[in-house]
């Protein structure tokens, strides 16, 4: 009885131990014999007791590598170090799992030797500045030399391009001369603006004030003019008042029929006006005799009442 329950339980081990689950992004290969005999996808599957064999359980996640920093030499002689990183995916996993030894040493020395290839035809300052067109060339080449081993790569990046203190230290002064001369050009640029700006001011002041003098010579012409035309108003009124009194009292002489006597005696009042001017010169009237006769008569009659 006890051996067969120990056959019993050696066989339902056996029996688990030859079942097995592929979890998603995931790839098995079986062997069968030392040879290769299938890949097994997602799921549920079943080997053969000692017959079949796991060889390798490949994960098909895109993964990422970073490998340390390898000395390259550029076109002009500058040797720097240069880390890389590359992100790669297993698509094939029997050519994963038989095409090369060890995939990853494969990548990084095949990584390695590419970007030394591709920097040796840059300079300096090529290299600095070209980080995409070396990342692109090494993507390519890497996807091609990596295909037979069921890998694709999908990315490569420059981490960090380290040049010899010395080249560092001639970049960051360069960069401080050309800091330097921005901000001079800038200071130079600012005070030009400021000056152009207080020029503009001065002559916008000069144009204001020429047109607030011109509008207060108008403004003075005008109200000269207007007190010129008020003064000639009045004069013509006065005039013509004057010369309004001179009618009504031409009027009313001809309306009260005076008669000659009245009119001799008005002369000899207006000659008596002038003679008591400054004029220099008095003209005397033919008729004075008869004016001087008709002024006596007029006394004796006022004597006698």
């Known amino acids: 009885m006890l051996p067969l329950i120990i056959i019993l339980i050696i066989a339902v081990i056996l029996a688990i131990s030859c079942v097995k689950v592929v979890p998603q992004a995931h790839a098995v290969v079986v062997e069968r014999l030392g040879a290769y005999l299938t890949t097994w996808p997602v799921g549920v599957h079943f080997k053969v007791p000692f017959l079949d ?16 920093p390898q000395p390259v030499i550029t076109k002009d002689n500058v040797t720097m170090q240069i880390d890389t990183v590359v992100y790669y ?3 094939d996993p029997k050519l994963y799992c038989y095409g090369v030894e060890n995939p990853i040493m494969a990548i990084e020395n095949l990584t390695a030797t590419t970007l030394r290839n591709i920097i ?6 090529e290299t600095l500045t070209s980080r995409e067109t070396i990342n692109t060339k090494m993507r390519a080449q890497l996807d091609v030399a ?3 081993w069921g890998i694709k790569v999908n990315r490569v990046e420059l981490k ?5 203190s010395a080249i560092r230290d001639a970049m960051e002064k360069q960069m401080k001369a050309e800091r330097e001369r921005r901000e001079a050009i800038l200071i130079a640029e600012g005070e030009k603006k400021s000056t152009i700006l207080v020029a503009e001011g001065k002559k916008e002041s000069a144009i204001l004030d020429a047109e607030a003098e011109k509008q207060a010579a108008i403004l003075r012409a005008e109200a000269k003019k207007e007190a ?5 108003e009045g004069q013509a009124e006065a005039i013509l008042k004057v010369q309004q009194a001179n009618a009504d009292g031409l009027r ?10 009245v009119i001799q005696l008005k002369s000899l009042e207006a000659f008596a006006k002038a003679a008591d001017g400054q004029a220099t010169k008095i003209i005397i009237p033919s008729d004075i005799q008869g004016i001087a006769g008709l002024v006596k008569s007029v006394t004796e009659v006022a004597t006698d009442k």
Not at 228 to 232: C, L, S, W
Request: hydrophobic share 40%; aromatic share 4%.
């Open 252 to 261: 009313f002489l001809k309306e009260a029929a005076v008669d000659d006597s």
């Open 89 to 91: 995916q297993i698509t």
């Open 146 to 148: 990596t295909d037979p």
């Open 160 to 164: 960090n391009i380290i040049p010899p």
């Open 120 to 125: 040796g035809d840059l300079e300096l300052d």
């Open 53 to 68: 064999r796991i060889a390798k359980d490949v994960n098909l996640k895109e993964q990422v590598v970073d490998f340390p």
């Open 228 to 232: 010129t035309i008020r003064e000639a």
